[in-house]
């Protein structure tokens, strides 16, 4: 079973972008889709958008104007750039694997707040 | 499109059943089979327990069981027990590429 480790700067400014790295252990990524999913404190979850290595990349349509989605095969990671960030931004990212229709592998997840 | 929708909350007692529906539209699940559930502890990352509608992952006890008619889905706890106790969010595969999550529910064991 694959590992996932999500990284990246607790706090960001507002309008400034968010940038975070998903790592992946114990299997390689260009074997599978890779997807960032959001929850902002104390609500539900949010599916940011998906990539696999050779390039296919999915984004929620409430997003896709400021998302970026990226795997590195070299370092083993998966990437997520959010730009224009607004404290409605502020959230637990989790990096997540997806397989079969479904998101069987989740990373801790890392809180991202938005503030000055 | 909208997030599907749950009911906030439901509870049941030590080893009774209780049920969670996850309504959306007949474009939110795509006319597909890929419904998913997650389990969700406090300050925990959620954790899978369904996926195509009603399929268990390994390790996952046989008391959770999901169904899907028409334009909703529901999971069934059976047997509750305190473990059982946290927030339960639907997800289904909406076609072109895309996903929906539910709105989420907190399950009380009483």
């Known amino acids: 079973q694959v590992q996932l480790q999500e990284s990246g700067p607790g706090l960001v400014k507002p309008s400034e972008t968010l940038s975070l790295t998903c790592t992946v252990s114990g299997g390689s990524i260009s074997s599978y889709y890779w997807g960032w999913i959001r929850q902002p404190p104390g609500k539900g979850l949010e599916w940011i958008a998906y990539t696999h290595f050779g390039g296919s990349v999915n984004y929620n349509p409430s997003l896709e104007s400021r998302a970026t989605i990226s795997a590195d095969t070299s370092k083993n990671q998966v990437d997520l750039k959010l730009t224009s960030v607004t404290p409605a931004d502020t959230a637990i990212y989790y990096c997540?694997?997806?397989?079969?229709?479904?998101?069987?592998?989740w990373g801790q997840g890392t809180l991202v707040t938005v503030s000055s | 499109q909208s997030a599907l929708t749950q009911p906030p909350s439901a509870s049941g007692s030590l080893g009774q059943s209780v049920t969670i529906s996850c309504a959306g539209t007949s474009t939110d699940f795509g006319g597909y089979s890929y419904v998913s559930w997650y389990q969700q502890y406090p300050g925990k990352a959620p954790k899978l327990i369904i996926y195509?509608?009603?399929k268990r992952p390994s390790g996952v006890p046989d008391r959770f069981s999901g169904s899907k008619s028409g334009s909703s889905a529901s999971l069934t706890v059976s047997g509750l027990q305190a473990e059982d106790e946290a927030d339960y969010y639907c997800i289904s595969y909406a076609g072109s590429n895309y996903y929906v999550f539910g709105t989420g529910t907190k399950v009380t064991v009483l």
């Open positions: 195509e509608v009603n």
């Open positions: 997540a694997r997806l397989g079969g229709f479904t998101f069987p592998d």
